[in-house]
């Protein structure tokens, strides 16, 4: 059974592609941290932002359709949390409707913060995306783990990217063989049958990991998490790093 | 040293009380090819996790003159090589490399000498130039193999299969069973495969309901149709007669 990867288009080659991972998760959380610190009135920063993105994403060669349809993934998360914002935001009215029996506003200041929140969660987005898609997900925790995260943390992420596919494809299975006994009935029967399947695939995956566990230990695993490589810093990761701390330092002096 | 695998007397209980093995003795000789056949939950599975510590009973296994104790654990785990039946469960790395390299990395080899081992290991089983794909991406067949791989990194005197030709398809069932042959090492194969066990077993013992119940020569306990059938692994003689 063949699934969508996490790390889709990370064998291409590129100038990004060829990058340290470590360089790559530094300045991806750099850029973030100073995305968000960007007051929204500064609209100039976020063309900027915008431009840098798009040029780090040409550069990458991944196919633009491709993540501009990952980057929308975002969206529902951000509207289901910002979208009463600006009814509730106290300000000038830009608006007013009458809903049934209601009367609502909407305010200049909430729809400012609204795109505010969703500008930024969109670029965050794209500078997430370039990450995952320029770095191989083994490289990615190899990176993580020699920039000091706790190895215990390094090994759940590197479980779930290799369960993850086991466990979709028990639950396609699970549903497919649900399908085929005929599954129908009223409501609350269905949701019956949903919440069993969850308990099941609880039990399937906690008994997965005792076996897994016990493979583990057959091999010597005694608690410590030792591994062999290490990665290389070379001269175009300081260059990049050196150009992207550039541009975003310029860009903070001049708009702030 | 004159007994690769020695047991006497093992019993084991699950934790809910229920008695899986009662009274196992046996005695496995390097170079052997021992099979151990019998009915689902016979606890076949069960026996085989005692013989690297996974499961400790009373302890009375001894593997090469080792008894299985915590201090021996770590020479004991590097001697015994133990393919689970499901290779979704073996092969738990991001990538083929990382798995085959897991024990020789745990047992403390330097860098090259870890390199080594997985390129011999993945070289006995025909899988070399795999080390960067991942394991969720190969056929049944080729996460056999891998599997295996994993444990004759650490270059095993003893291994022990669980269920090796499950799942496989004739093809990838027979070429598996011609790369068990060129193994030279000591190996236990729990199995319900009976083509398996003539193959590749000189001896045969059969596990019902926890108990060793028949023991000795491959080709006299699978002749036994009788004994077979009292025990769940050949066919009821009407079905048979239907058959023929």
Redesign the interface.
């Known amino acids: 059974m063949k699934h969508s990867f996490i790390d889709r288009y990370s064998d291409l080659d590129s100038l990004i592609h060829r990058l340290d991972p470590r360089t790559k998760l530094v300045t991806s959380v750099v850029f973030i941290v100073l995305v968000v610190l960007t007051p929204i009135r500064n609209w100039q920063a976020f063309i900027l932002y915008f431009c840098l993105m798009a040029t780090l994403l040409i550069i990458s060669k991944l196919p633009p359709l491709y993540v501009l349809k990952r980057s929308l993934v975002i969206f529902p998360f951000v509207l289901l949390i910002a979208i009463f914002i600006p009814f509730f935001k106290p300000g000038e009215i830009a608006g007013s409707y009458n809903i049934w029996l209601w009367q609502v506003s909407v305010t200049y200041s909430g729809l400012l913060v609204l795109a505010n929140v969703a500008v930024k969660a969109w670029l965050c987005i794209f500078s997430l995306i370039l990450l995952s898609s320029t770095t191989k ?2 490289d990615l ?1 190899k990176g993580l783990k020699q920039l000091g995260v706790p190895k215990v943390i390094v090994l759940i992420l ?2 779930m ?3 993850i ?2 466990l979709i494809g028990e639950v396609m299975r699970m549903r497919q063989a649900r399908d085929c006994r005929n599954f129908g009935g009223g409501r609350l029967r269905q949701l019956k049958t949903l919440g069993n399947m969850i308990g099941t695939l609880f039990i399937r995956s906690y008994e ?1 990991g005792e ?2 566990y ?9 608690g ?1 998490i ?3 490589h290490r990665l290389n810093f070379k001269k175009v990761d300081a260059y990049f790093g050196v150009t992207f701390g550039l541009v975003l330092i310029s860009s903070g002096i001049v708009f702030w | 040293m004159d007994k690769a695998v020695e047991i006497e007397k093992l019993s084991f209980f699950y934790p809910d009380g229920q008695k899986a093995l009662k009274d196992i003795n046996l005695v496995i000789y390097p170079s052997e090819n021992v099979a151990l056949i019998g009915p689902n939950g016979a606890g076949k599975s069960t026996l085989l ?1 005692h013989l ?1 510590g ?1 499961l400790r009973g009373n302890s009375t296994v001894k593997v090469f003159d080792l008894p299985v104790e915590e201090k021996n654990l ?1 020479e004991i ?2 001697k ?3 393919v ?1 039946q ?1 290779p ?8 083929v490399f ?1 798995d085959v ?3 020789p ?4 080899y330097s ?1 090259t000498e ?1 390199k080594q081992c997985v390129t011999q290991a993945l070289k006995w089983v025909g899988m070399n130039g795999y080390e960067q794909r ?3 991406h190969l056929s049944v067949g080729e996460k056999k193999r891998i599997a295996i791989a ?2 004759l990194s ?1 270059n095993p005197e003893l291994l022990v299969l669980d269920e090796p030709t499950s799942n496989l398809d004739p093809r990838s069932k027979w070429s598996l069973i011609e790369l068990l042959k060129r193994l030279p090492m000591t190996k236990i194969i729990a199995a319900h495969d009976l083509e398996l066990v003539r193959t590749l077993c000189q001896r045969t013992m059969i596990l019902d309901e926890g108990e060793i119940v028949a023991e000795g020569n491959t080709t006299g306990i699978l002749d036994n149709i009788p004994l077979l059938r009292v025990h769940g692994l050949a066919p009821e003689e009407d079905s048979s007669k239907a058959l023929t």
């Not at chain 2, 979704?88 to 990538?95: G, K, R, Y």
């Open positions: 997900f083994t925790l590197s479980f990217y290799r369960y596919f086991v997965r076996r897994i016990a493979a583990m230990l057959a091999r010597g695993f005694d410590e030792r591994s062999l | 996790l690297n996974i770590k785990r590097r015994v090589g133990l689970f499901d979704e469960d073996q092969l738990f790395s991001p990538t990382d390299a897991f024990g990395i745990n047992m403390g860098q870890v991942s394991p969720h994993t444990v650490l």
